[in-house]
Nanobody, 125 residues
Framework: QVPLVESGGGLVQAGGSLRLSCAAS????????MGWFRQAPGKEREFVAA????????LYADSVKGRFTISRDNAKNTVYLQMNSLKPEDTAVYYC??????????????????WGQGTQVTVSS
C-alpha cells in the first residue's frame, strides 16, 4: 500500500484560501499522475483536479476552474491544491489519489489506485 498523507485542511470563511498538501512515500512519485477528489456528506466522491507526472498537464472540474490550482514538486514527493475564493459548497473531505497505471491525469475515481485518508475542509458563510 502506498501511503498518501493529506494535510492543510481546516475551517475558513467564504472568500478565503487554503492550501492542501499530499505527501507520498514508498513509491516513485514522479511516475504517477495525481488527483484531488472530494466528498461531502451524503454525496458521492467527486473529481476536483488532476495533474500529470511532469506537471505539464492539468484537469479541473468546472466548479473549481479559476479558483483552484493543482501543482506538484517531484523532488519533495508532494502534490498541492491551492484553493482560493472558497465557497460554502466547497465544504467536504478532500482526498488525494495516485494513478499507477498511467502518467496522464484523469477525472475518474476508478482510475486511481492509491488514496489518502482525507482532510476536512469547512467553509463557513
Amino acid at each position: 500500500q502506498v501511503p498518501l498523507v493529506e494535510s492543510g485542511g481546516g475551517l475558513v470563511q467564504a472568500g478565503g484560501s487554503l492550501r492542501l498538501s499530499c505527501a507520498a512515500s514508498g513509491l516513485t512519485f514522479s511516475r504517477y499522475a495525481m488527483g484531488w477528489f472530494r466528498q461531502a456528506p451524503g454525496k458521492e466522491r467527486e473529481f476536483v483536479a488532476a495533474i500529470s507526472w511532469s506537471g505539464g498537464r492539468t484537469l479541473y472540474a468546472d466548479s473549481v476552474k479559476g479558483r483552484f490550482t493543482i501543482s506538484r514538486d517531484n523532488a519533495k514527493n508532494t502534490v498541492y491544491l491551492q484553493m482560493n475564493s472558497l465557497k460554502p459548497e466547497d465544504t467536504a473531505v478532500y482526498y488525494c489519489a495516485a494513478r499507477a497505471t498511467d502518467t496522464l491525469p484523469s477525472s475518474r475515481v476508478g482510475e486511481y489506485d492509491y488514496w489518502g485518508q482525507g482532510t476536512q475542509v469547512t467553509v463557513s458563510s
